[in-house]
């Protein structure tokens, strides 16, 4: 893509672009949930996601719960790894 071309990646098609990278010998890293957390590991699929979860936080506070939102990469920020 040259310039300021965009490209929309919907979600059958990320889950067919995380599918390929690990039949093709990729490593996939991705948000995950772990310990209560939402950290940057290794991901085997679209299925380690942290699809509809959410965090809250403030000063010294940090908790992951689940939302009926579907959303991705949108709803919280990636915490200490």
Do not use: C, W
Not at 67 to 77: A, I, P, Q, V
């Amino acid at each position: 893509m040259e310039g300021s071309s965009k490209f929309v990646l919907k979600v059958d098609g990320f889950r067919d672009l995380l599918n390929n990278l690990r039949k093709n010998g990729y490593q996939t890293i991705g948000p995950k949930l772990k310990d209560e957390a939402i950290v940057y590991d290794f991901i085997d699929g679209f299925e380690d996601l942290p699809v509809g979860y959410s965090d809250l936080e403030n000063n010294g506070y940090y908790r992951v719960h689940k939302e009926d939102d579907r959303s991705l990469f949108s709803n919280y920020t990636v915490g200490q790894n």
